[in-house]
């Protein structure tokens, strides 16, 4: 499978720009290209059911949320038919204009669903770990102990579940669940103290070496500096807005203190990270595809944000279509093409022999 | 290579002392077997080798410890591990990730090698245990025998020159348990490694060992050459009990040097077999039982009759279908085809709470049971579920157990065997005339193996029907009447235990495989009761 | 150590603060304005994904700093199993929107403190998206409110000698917090479908900060009220049933592993 750094990056720009291109010509391009994507994955993932189930149910909602929107805004020219105006929140005109808004919003919403169905199909949980960056090394040893454990603890519970059974025990509802519960985390703990023993024994230290408390301190007042100065950045942006170069300033200033405090906590982690996958040209041109055609859609944002929304309220009722950028968004198919053009993955795949 | 010098230490919050003033000296290169009772202190032992004792418990800590130059008191785990490589008792409980090359790199990372010494050594450890082809597995879907394999894969990354072990190959089958002890040999031979390791089966691993070390309970210990200890232990295994007995010298280990010894036929007449126990009327008919689990077949047409009052031993190799078969019995699964009656009661149509007033199953993880304050409260619970009256309790079921000392004790604050029984209590406090027991000696000591027995021996002597499936020959050889043979979910044999075993050596005692005579199956046989 | 404890809670208060006004943002535009310029319009457009990153920038830096307290192997390997059965506990089926994923968290939090408590709360909702395959962008904003579950249960004082008036207090904060995460995954749902066009749905020129959330009170109301209700009730039902004992449970390991603190560093 392609190394999963490629795939956060392609998940992230499709869905910006699903986000930001809010037009239903672009929106069709983007799960055009999210389809293909899709296609190339479905074949080797075993998740698929459950994903075609939310997507369905994504439809159901999007379905509902165009009424919606119809009884709640009553602008625009072209009405299909009215409510008595002293009806509270829905009286008043039903517009074409809002149902075309409401199906606009609804049809973004779907396709923020279905980009992620890809992503979560393509990506495999336990490398998307291995990519948290060392700053965040604890918390990813955390999760990683966690996901091995989640099929054991089920195991258990079911375990546990048959031994009170034949007790004379009946689950008639959480209101029994005591004698499932207590059991369970005691294992849970006594398996902890296992792991937690054999992890020493192999060298697990997790403490930050060669950082005295003095400077762990500071670091920490580092960052609680930045949340600060983020705060004051974003409040002074929205209620002095003749002040939003200073604002932008001091945003920018946070910025910079956070990455270095991460950066410093990520240097004084010290482990080796063996690495197993491969950066591939497949996955040059992925990234590279994704990161021009969010490059694309920013610059026009600034130089021209009219180009990308689409108004029925106030600019027709039909969406206008600014060819380059239709052109940049196909660039998110690449991950689709790729796959399709491969033969159904098998080597690099992990196995799961049937226990 | 490893000198323990008046080593005494006390866990945080005990009243006395677990290691007391012990001496004790291990060679480069030596296989060491540590044996003793439970609670002797075998653990706590391998533990102070790596410094897990006392870093990792906290405690009192007295005397000196030298592993390979080094003292584990002052280094602690993180920097012994690179000198002594641990593996634990229990094969699910030692991973961190899910992947096996994940899991292998995990030791080497915490040290911060480099990429490529990582997988150089990857390499060399696969290859080194043959498990090149679990390389991209999931741990998950391994067996227990692969899984401690991984285990020992991952702690030799880092080239220790010790090795510990506690209790490997206790949770593990017997022909995984041979996996495992092959490759320690093999790493004790060919890389020299000091191997230092803890069991209760002794019959697995005497024949390797050099050195028995034998903690008496006293805190001490006792250590010299493997025959020389085997005389002065009182759990030997029973080749050695009968060559002790015989006198035979050099003591036989394994079974090919006991018929070196086998010349003479035994000095007394066989003792007369006591003859079987009739089978009252049949209490369990089980007919053309089929089971699968998602399309896997794990029953193939099984029959089974069963009489009131035979202690019936179930064997197989895992998966032959041994469990499936006693959850059968007890209505946890319902036939697909086939029927099973128990006491005139059909499975399919009774419910559960119906069936267990008369069958009683004792599941493999005691663990699973236990959730109460107290054992006293345990009970109680099944009392209360059955519809007794919360306090009282089947007459003398607690000294036949051997748990009366207990009642006020957290249960999961017990040792194994203690536990085992007490879950054994938690069931039979339902008072069911079938009793089920689904690998009752993993784990075991013999002492507390012995307890087991005899509770089994008190229960049959009130008519109770036993049906026990195990692993362990010796429990079978001694207590069971009849065995049932499963393989790949059909009863390939099925007759008295005497019998089976002189026919199939794969699941003979060690003493029917050195005579494949029906009538020597345990040390008794040939002593007529000396020993 | 009191100075670490000081840093965490500075830390923890300053990412809510940045939590709570990433999700006002939207609110905090539109009030008091006039009218919609083009450059708000696109602002508002872009205010999910703003919310997003700096949702995900406070969950950084919360676990960065939380994680950076020396983590030695018995904490991080109980974490690591509580967090696994806490997913699988969320992954139970339940009545319409209940699920169990608050009750260890806040047993936790009160018995071992703010850390531990938003550890498991946050890395149990990742874990479960992680093995379920359904990481999505709801998914930093989960991680942050149940993270909070856990972290607020620390603040709550010890009781424990009126062990009624503690189980009380304890499922008071499981109903309380079934509402608000509900309210503030509407939240992140919300701006969605927020269109520049629309905003008379939540907003009329010159409207205070009071009538929009007003507004959006309203949709809740109507969206959500009744998932919300099962997850509230539920959760304090089932904190009410399982705290005493495992309350003791948890109070038992602690005091035989001792493992929430800060162990030494490495010299």
Same mark, same amino acid.
């Given at each position: 499978?392609?190394?999963?750094?490629?795939?956060?990056?392609?998940?992230?720009?499709?869905?910006?720009?699903?986000?930001?291109?809010?037009?239903?010509?672009?929106? !069709?391009?983007?799960?055009?290209?999210?389809?293909?994507?899709?296609?190339?994955?479905?074949?080797?993932?075993?998740?698929?059911?459950?994903?075609?189930?939310?997507?369905?149910?994504?439809?159901?909602?999007?379905?509902?949320?165009?009424?919606?929107?119809?009884?709640?805004?009553?602008?625009?020219?072209?009405?299909?038919?009215?409510?008595?105006?002293?009806?509270?929140?829905?009286?008043?005109?039903?517009?074409?204009?809002?149902?075309?808004?409401?199906?606009?919003?609804?049809?973004?919403?779907?396709?923020?669903?279905?980009?992620?169905?890809?992503?979560?199909?393509?990506?495999?949980?336990?490398?998307?770990?291995?990519?948290?960056?060392?700053?965040?090394?604890?918390?990813?040893?955390?999760?990683?102990?966690?996901?091995?454990?989640?099929?054991?603890?089920?195991?258990?519970?079911?375990?546990?579940?048959?031994?009170?059974?034949?007790?004379?025990?009946?689950?008639?509802?959480?209101?029994?669940?005591?004698?499932?519960?207590?059991?369970?985390?005691?294992?849970?703990?006594?398996?902890?103290?296992?792991?937690?023993?054999?992890?020493?024994?192999?060298?697990? &230290?997790?403490?930050?070496?060669?950082?005295?408390?003095?400077?762990?301190?500071?670091?920490?007042?580092?960052?609680?500096?930045?949340?600060?100065?983020?705060?004051?950045?974003?409040?002074?942006?929205?209620?002095?807005?003749?002040?939003?170069?200073?604002?932008?300033?001091?945003?920018?200033?946070?910025?910079?203190?956070?990455?270095?405090?991460?950066?410093?906590?990520?240097?004084?982690?010290?482990?080796?990270?063996?690495?197993?996958?491969?950066?591939?040209?497949?996955?040059?041109?992925?990234?590279?595809?994704?990161?021009?055609?969010?490059?694309?859609?920013?610059?026009?944002?600034?130089?021209?944000?009219?180009?990308?929304?689409?108004?029925?309220?106030?600019?027709?009722?039909?969406?206008?279509?600014?060819?380059?950028?239709?052109?940049?968004?196909?660039?998110?198919?690449?991950?689709?093409?790729?796959?399709?053009? %491969?033969?159904?993955?098998?080597?690099?795949?992990?196995?799961?022999?049937?226990? | 290579?490893?000198?323990?010098?008046?080593?005494?230490?006390?866990?945080?919050?005990?009243?006395?002392?677990?290691?007391?003033?012990?001496?004790?000296?291990?060679?480069?290169?030596?296989?060491?077997?540590?044996?003793?009772?439970?609670?002797?202190?075998?653990?706590?032992?391998?533990?102070?080798?790596? &410094?897990?004792?006392?870093?990792?418990?906290?405690?009192?800590?007295?005397?000196?410890?030298?592993?390979?130059?080094?003292?584990?008191?002052?280094?602690?785990?993180?920097?012994?591990?690179?000198?002594?490589?641990?593996?634990?008792?229990?094969?699910?409980?030692?991973?961190?990730?899910?992947?096996?090359?994940?899991?292998?790199?995990?030791?080497?990372?915490?040290?911060?090698?480099?990429?490529?010494?990582?997988?150089?050594?990857?390499?060399?450890?696969?290859?080194?245990?043959?498990?090149?082809?679990?390389?991209?597995?999931?741990?998950?879907?391994?067996?227990?025998?692969?899984?401690?394999?991984?285990?020992?894969?991952?702690?030799?990354?880092?080239?220790?020159?010790?090795?510990?072990?506690?209790?490997?190959?206790?949770?593990?089958?017997?022909?995984?348990?041979?996996?495992?002890?092959?490759?320690?040999?093999?790493?004790?031979?060919?890389?020299?490694?000091?191997?230092?390791?803890?069991?209760?089966?002794?019959?697995?691993?005497?024949?390797?060992?050099?050195?028995?070390?034998?903690?008496?309970?006293?805190?001490?210990?006792?250590?010299?050459?493997?025959?020389?200890?085997?005389?002065?232990?009182?759990?030997?295994?029973?080749?050695?009990?009968?060559?002790?007995?015989?006198?035979?010298?050099?003591?036989?280990?394994?079974?090919?040097?006991?018929?070196?010894?086998?010349?003479?036929?035994?000095?007394?007449?066989?003792?007369?077999?006591?003859?079987?126990?009739?089978?009252?009327?049949?209490?369990?008919?089980?007919?053309?039982?089929?089971?699968?689990?998602?399309?896997?077949?794990?029953?193939?047409?099984?029959?089974?009759?069963? &009489?009131?009052?035979?202690?019936?031993?179930?064997?197989?190799?895992?998966?032959?279908?041994?469990? !499936?078969?006693?959850?059968?019995?007890?209505?946890?699964?319902?036939?697909?085809?086939?029927?099973?009656?128990?006491?005139?009661?059909?499975?399919?149509?009774?419910?559960?709470?119906?069936?267990?007033?008369?069958?009683?199953?004792?599941?493999?993880?005691?663990?699973?049971?236990?959730?109460?304050?107290?054992?006293? %409260?345990?009970?109680?619970?099944?009392?209360?579920?059955?519809?007794?009256?919360?306090?009282?309790?089947?007459?003398?079921?607690?000294?036949?157990?051997?748990?009366?000392?207990?009642?006020?004790?957290?249960?999961?604050?017990?040792?194994?065997?203690?536990?085992?029984?007490?879950?054994?209590?938690?069931?039979?406090?339902?008072?069911?005339?079938?009793?089920?027991?689904?690998?009752? !000696?993993? *784990?075991?000591?013999?002492?507390?193996?012995?307890?087991?027995?005899?509770?089994?021996?008190?229960?049959?002597?009130?008519?109770?029907?036993?049906?026990?499936? !195990?692993?362990?020959?010796?429990?079978?050889?001694?207590?069971?009447?009849?065995?049932?043979?499963?393989?790949?979910?059909?009863?390939?044999?099925?007759?008295?235990?005497?019998?089976?075993?002189?026919?199939?050596?794969?699941?003979?005692?060690?003493?029917?495989?050195?005579?494949?005579?029906?009538?020597?199956?345990?040390?008794?046989?040939?002593?007529?009761?000396?020993? | 150590?009191?100075?670490?404890?000081?840093?965490?809670?500075?830390?923890?208060?300053?990412?809510?603060?940045?939590?709570?006004?990433?999700?006002?943002?939207?609110?905090?535009?539109?009030?008091?304005?006039?009218?919609?310029?083009?450059?708000?319009?696109?602002?508002?457009?872009?205010?999910?994904?703003?919310?997003?990153?700096?949702?995900?920038?406070?969950?950084?830096?919360?676990?960065?700093?939380?994680?950076?307290?020396?983590?030695?192997?018995?904490?991080?390997?109980?974490?690591?199993?509580?967090?696994?059965?806490?997913?699988?506990?969320?992954?139970?089926? *339940?009545?319409?929107?209940?699920?169990?994923?608050?009750?260890?968290?806040?047993?936790?939090?009160?018995?071992?403190?703010?850390?531990?408590?938003?550890?498991?709360?946050?890395?149990?909702?990742?874990?479960?998206?992680?093995?379920?395959?359904?990481?999505?962008?709801?998914?930093?904003?989960?991680?942050?409110?149940?993270?909070?579950?856990?972290?607020?249960?620390?603040?709550?004082?010890?009781?424990?000698?009126?062990?009624?008036?503690?189980?009380?207090?304890?499922?008071?904060?499981?109903?309380?917090?079934?509402?608000?995460?509900?309210?503030?995954?509407?939240?992140?749902?919300?701006?969605?479908?927020?269109?520049?066009?629309?905003?008379?749905?939540?907003?009329?020129? *010159?409207?205070?900060?009071?009538?929009?959330?007003?507004?959006?009170?309203?949709?809740?109301?109507?969206?959500?009220?009744?998932?919300?209700?099962?997850?509230?009730?539920?959760?304090?039902?089932?904190?009410?049933?399982?705290?005493?004992?495992?309350?003791?449970?948890?109070?038992?390991?602690?005091?035989?592993?001792?493992?929430?603190?800060?162990?030494?560093?490495?010299?």
């Amino acid at each position: 499978m392609r190394h999963p750094l490629s795939w956060l990056i392609w998940a992230g720009c499709a869905a910006v720009l699903a986000l930001m291109a809010r037009h239903p010509l672009y929106l !069709t391009l983007v799960v055009l290209a999210t389809w293909l994507v899709y296609l190339g994955v479905a074949r080797s993932s075993l998740m698929v059911a459950s994903w075609r189930a939310l997507l369905k149910l994504g439809l159901f909602i999007w379905l509902i949320t165009i009424p919606f929107n119809a009884l709640m805004i009553h602008q625009g020219r072209v009405v299909l038919f009215r409510l008595p105006a002293h009806w509270p929140l829905i009286g008043g005109p039903i517009t074409l204009e809002a149902v075309l808004a409401g199906a606009t919003a609804g049809y973004a919403l779907w396709a923020l669903l279905f980009i992620f169905a890809a992503f979560n199909l393509g990506v495999d949980a336990a490398q998307l770990l291995r990519l948290a960056p060392p700053f965040l090394y604890q918390a990813g040893v955390v999760t990683s102990i966690a996901l091995t454990f989640i099929p054991q603890m089920l195991a258990s519970a079911r375990e546990i579940r048959e031994a009170q059974r034949i007790r004379g025990h009946r689950f008639r509802g959480w209101r029994d669940s005591l004698p499932l519960v207590i059991p369970l985390l005691t294992t849970a703990f006594e398996r902890a103290v296992q792991l937690a023993e054999s992890m020493d024994a192999r060298g697990f &230290g997790g403490a930050l070496t060669g950082m005295t408390p003095r400077y762990l301190a500071r670091l920490r007042g580092m960052m609680v500096l930045s949340l600060l100065l983020f705060l004051i950045g974003m409040v002074a942006q929205i209620f002095w807005p003749h002040l939003a170069a200073l604002a932008y300033l001091l945003i920018a200033l946070a910025a910079a203190m956070l990455l270095y405090a991460f950066h410093r906590l990520g240097r004084s982690v010290r482990r080796s990270r063996y690495r197993r996958e491969r950066w591939g040209a497949g996955d040059s041109a992925i990234a590279l595809c994704s990161l021009a055609a969010l490059a694309g859609a920013l610059w026009l944002r600034y130089s021209n944000p009219a180009h990308m929304t689409y108004a029925p309220y106030t600019g027709g009722l039909l969406p206008a279509f600014h060819a380059p950028l239709g052109l940049l968004l196909t660039l998110l198919a690449v991950p689709g093409l790729i796959a399709l053009a %491969e033969p159904t993955p098998e080597g690099d795949a992990l196995q799961d022999v049937a226990p | 290579m490893i000198q323990l010098r008046r080593l005494s230490y006390t866990y945080p919050g005990a009243a006395t002392p677990v290691l007391r003033d012990l001496e004790l000296e291990i060679e480069a290169g030596a296989l060491a077997l540590v044996v003793g009772a439970s609670g002797a202190g075998k653990s706590t032992l391998l533990r102070c080798l790596n &410094g897990l004792v006392p870093h990792f418990y906290g405690g009192v800590i007295s005397g000196s410890v030298r592993v390979a130059g080094e003292d584990p008191i002052a280094r602690g785990p993180r920097q012994m591990s690179r000198l002594v490589g641990m593996v634990f008792q229990d094969p699910e409980t030692q991973f961190v990730v899910d992947t096996v090359e994940a899991e292998l790199v995990f030791a080497m990372e915490n040290h911060g090698y480099p990429q490529d010494v990582m997988g150089q050594r990857v390499e060399w450890v696969l290859g080194q245990l043959e498990i090149g082809h679990l390389r991209k597995r999931r741990i998950s879907t391994l067996s227990g025998g692969e899984k401690q394999r991984v285990a020992l894969a991952s702690v030799l990354t880092l080239q220790p020159q010790v090795l510990v072990l506690d209790e490997p190959t206790s949770q593990l089958d017997p022909q995984a348990a041979d996996e495992v002890l092959q490759a320690l040999r093999a790493l004790n031979r060919e890389l020299g490694l000091t191997v230092v390791l803890s069991e209760h089966r002794l019959e697995r691993v005497v024949g390797y060992a050099d050195q028995i070390i034998y903690l008496p309970g006293d805190g001490g210990a006792l250590a010299g050459p493997a025959r020389e200890m085997l005389a002065q232990i009182d759990q030997a295994p029973p080749l050695a009990t009968l060559g002790l007995a015989l006198g035979w010298q050099p003591l036989p280990l394994t079974i090919e040097e006991a018929r070196a010894h086998l010349g003479s036929p035994p000095s007394a007449p066989p003792q007369k077999t006591a003859p079987m126990p009739v089978a009252g009327e049949p209490e369990i008919v089980v007919r053309d039982l089929w089971h699968a689990y998602d399309g896997r077949p794990a029953l193939r047409g099984v029959d089974l009759t069963v &009489g009131q009052g035979e202690a019936v031993a179930i064997m197989g190799v895992n998966g032959s279908g041994k469990t !499936t078969l006693l959850k059968h019995l007890v209505g946890l699964l319902r036939p697909a085809r086939g029927d099973v009656q128990v006491r005139g009661l059909d499975t399919r149509h009774t419910p559960l709470e119906e069936l267990i007033r008369t069958v009683g199953y004792v599941p493999q993880n005691p663990n699973a049971l236990l959730f109460a304050e107290t054992v006293r %409260e345990e009970l109680a619970f099944t009392r209360a579920n059955h519809g007794y009256p919360r306090d009282s309790l089947p007459p003398g079921l607690l000294e036949a157990l051997g748990i009366e000392r207990y009642l006020a004790h957290y249960p999961r604050d017990l040792s194994v065997g203690e536990r085992q029984r007490v879950a054994l209590g938690a069931i039979l406090a339902a008072e069911p005339q079938i009793i089920l027991l689904d690998e009752p !000696t993993r *784990g075991v000591d013999r002492l507390q193996k012995e307890a087991l027995m005899r509770y089994l021996a008190h229960e049959r002597a009130q008519g109770r029907t036993v049906i026990v499936s !195990t692993h362990d020959v010796e429990l079978v050889a001694e207590t069971m009447d009849r065995l049932v043979i499963l393989e790949r979910g059909r009863v390939a044999e099925d007759g008295p235990t005497r019998e089976v075993m002189a026919r199939c050596p794969a699941y003979a005692s060690q003493i029917g495989q050195l005579y494949g005579d029906p009538r020597y199956l345990t040390v008794g046989d040939l002593l007529g009761g000396r020993r | 150590m009191r100075r670490e404890r000081l840093y965490g809670h500075l830390v923890l208060l300053l990412a809510s603060l940045i939590g709570v006004a990433a999700f006002l943002y939207p609110f905090l535009l539109m009030s008091g304005a006039q009218a919609v310029s083009p450059e708000q319009a696109m602002q508002l457009q872009e205010a999910p994904l703003l919310t997003i990153l700096l949702v995900v920038l406070c969950l950084g830096v919360v676990l960065a700093s939380l994680g950076a307290g020396a983590m030695n192997a018995k904490m991080a390997a109980i974490l690591g199993m509580l967090t696994a059965v806490n997913a699988v506990l969320r992954a139970l089926p *339940g009545p319409a929107g209940f699920s169990a994923v608050f009750v260890l968290p806040i047993l936790c939090g009160y018995a071992y403190g703010a850390t531990f408590g938003f550890l498991l709360g946050a890395l149990s909702l990742l874990a479960s998206a992680l093995i379920g395959g359904g990481v999505g962008p709801w998914l930093p904003y989960q991680m942050m409110t149940v993270g909070w579950v856990g972290l607020t249960a620390a603040w709550i004082p010890r009781l424990e000698r009126w062990p009624r008036v503690e189980v009380a207090v304890l499922g008071a904060s499981g109903l309380i917090w079934g509402f608000v995460f509900g309210a503030i995954m509407n939240i992140w749902f919300w701006p969605y479908l927020f269109q520049p066009q629309q905003v008379e749905m939540y907003w009329s020129p *010159g409207m205070a900060l009071g009538e929009v959330l007003q507004r959006y009170g309203v949709f809740y109301l109507l969206t959500s009220l009744w998932w919300d209700v099962g997850r509230a009730v539920g959760n304090a039902l089932l904190i009410g049933l399982l705290a005493r004992p495992l309350l003791t449970l948890l109070r038992r390991f602690e005091r035989r592993f001792q493992f929430t603190w800060a162990p030494p560093l490495d010299s």
